[in-house]
């Protein structure tokens, strides 16, 4: 394949050299960007009218900044490159600048007549091949300016010295295919005005209108691997969770309740059943819908299992819930382990209204909403 007159076709793997050194970066011939970093650019930096594109990559297996792609919505989860104790914008590619001022850009009600052109990729594991994600946009519909890009603390070092970092959520467009002649043109800073600039990505710099790629995922009943850890880092923290309540399945049940709101936000008075008086839920409470006085509010029952990876949840615990379920109630499972295949059959064939949250599920969720292990385990300590 020739790099340099290809195009960018979605999911599609581009390779490079096999000598085990920055020189097996496909990024330069592909784009003629530079190579060895996240943050990769073509014009003047970090004004966004100077810059004519931004190639932002990512590995995806950084435990303390999870850059993460929803394929379902087209959300894009990318942290900015101040990753050590200094002031936000310090960096040395400019890139939290370059983030900030998209941003700025993105909000702003003037229409513009040149806009850098932002390309996702994300690393494949095998030398330094990348996997084309999209062309993207700051922001997203649903999310305002106080929303899509967020300075964000962490703390790092043995004295926990306290620093900031952006958060930025992009959009990736419905847009396939990238053709070469347009590649050209932006390098000579032809972004918008050129013919070859996909409609919708000029719906976007015209309007700021979103037109997201969304890939529905068709499995819906997923395998015991697919449920259970996907990485080593994944595994530390069910492991973590796993040795802290084995012994207080109750304390688990409160740690379940937490978990479930960190995914469905809307989740308001949650009240943990006494031991002593199960009635086949741990905990019952009820969920949001809608906001303020439009809002309504849906009960929800809980069931918590702290189970080993070994050790799923067969169909006579979901049953247990199910059971219980009363009209116009929903169902959330938590466990550290995974739904056995004949009971996630059953659920999905009879229609139950119930939220699987399972070993995996709980691996992204606090890696993405708390952070690194460490962070985890503090966050442990507090529930």
Known sequence: MDLSSCNLLIDEIYGGSRNGNASDDPLPKLLGVDNGAGFRHLGKRPE???LNLLVLKTNFNDPDWPDSLDTE???FTYYGDNKKVKEIH?????????LRNLFDTRHSDTEFDHFPVILLFGGTGIYRDVRFLGLAVPGAQILGPD???VAIWRAKGADN??????KSTFTVLDVPEIKREWLNDIKEGKTVSSPHAPKVWLDWVKSRKYSPLQATHSLEIRTKDQQLPQTPEDQKVLDLIYETYKENPHGFEKCAVEIA???MPNIKECDVTRPWRDGGRDATGSYRLGEGVCGIDVELALEAKCYKSNSGVGVKELSRLISRLRHRQFGILVTTSYLGNQAYHELKEDGHPVVVISASDIAALLKKRIGSLSAIERWLQRV
Not at 90 to 98: I, K, S
Request: net charge positive.
């Open 161 to 166: 010295r306290r620093f900031q970092n952006y």
């Open 90 to 98: 310090d960096t040395p590619r400019q890139g939290n600048l370059m």
């Open 147 to 149: 929303e899509d890009l």
């Open 73 to 75: 919505t087209g959300a």
């Open 261 to 263: 709101r960190l995914m």
């Open 48 to 50: 966004v009218n100077t």
